[in-house]
């Protein structure tokens, strides 16, 4: 089965409200990181996240270990966080990272 | 800023040509990596390397070659290429195990394969 699960697929959003993302991974890890795709665009790094919670603007990312989940909370959202966001998996064995199938984010004015 | 530049942006080949995909980076980073993001697949990862003269396989690497001649490019090669490769293919280099290995991510190769 998958390694990285992430939920939900996708999600809509009244301007102003918040989101939580959800990433569930099967194996060991030796790192989490969220990254950010619009549409047709390439990816941007929003957090590395081995362990606990970080918080950027109104971006916040907790990763579990032994509940093998990590979350990406975006607060107040706009219009400008739609887009895809993606987890991946550091995995202790080597330096890969395996990526889950993302959750598509449409915020709407 | 890190930088990671991919060459060419769009490519249409035939069925059975020889493709070849560039990758540059300017972060002085020991490890480059290829993905390939399809619909309904995410991202998959093809091949990496952990530095010169290093290739390594990833979770999909059959039809594909790497070739990494120096710190600074890393090249996928499609000896022969079908169809099935018709995807986006995007590269990435990170500072590597032992170290936090962010990836920074090129702009995408559309490859189209008639």
């Known amino acids: 089965g998958q390694q990285v699960q992430q939920s939900p697929a996708s999600l809509v959003l009244q301007e102003g409200e918040n989101a939580e993302l959800q990433c569930n991974f099967s194996?060991?890890?030796?790192?989490m990181q969220w990254f950010y795709q619009r549409p047709g665009g390439s990816l941007v790094s929003l957090f590395y996240?081995?362990?606990g919670t970080k918080h950027s603007g109104r971006l916040t990312s907790t990763t579990v270990i032994k509940e093998r989940r990590s979350s990406l909370h975006i607060s107040s959202s706009q219009t400008t966080d739609s887009g895809t966001y993606l987890c991946?998996?550091?995995?202790?064995?080597?330096?890969?990272?395996?990526f889950g199938g993302g959750t598509r984010l449409t915020v709407r004015p | 800023e890190a930088a990671v530049t991919q060459s060419p942006r769009n490519k249409v080949a035939v069925t059975g040509g020889k493709v070849t995909l560039s990758c540059n980076q300017t972060?002085?980073?020991?490890?480059m990596y290829w993905y390939r993001q399809d619909t309904g697949h995410g991202l998959r990862l093809i091949h990496y390397?952990?530095?010169?003269?290093?290739?390594e396989k990833g979770d999909i690497p059959d039809g594909y070659k790497a070739s990494r001649p120096s710190q600074e490019n890393f090249s996928l090669i499609l000896e022969l290429a079908t169809p099935s490769q018709t995807s986006v293919y995007f590269c990435?280099?990170?500072?590597?195990?032992?170290?936090?290995?962010?990836?920074?991510f090129g702009a995408g190769t559309r490859l189209s394969v008639l």
């Open positions: 194996t060991s890890l030796n790192s």
């Open positions: 990435a280099s990170g500072e590597g195990q032992g170290r936090q290995n962010t990836l920074y």
């Open positions: 972060n002085n980073h020991n490890n």
């Open positions: 991946a998996l550091e995995h202790n064995a080597g330096a890969k990272l395996t």
């Open positions: 996240n081995p362990s």
């Open positions: 390397s952990y530095g010169a003269g290093s290739t």
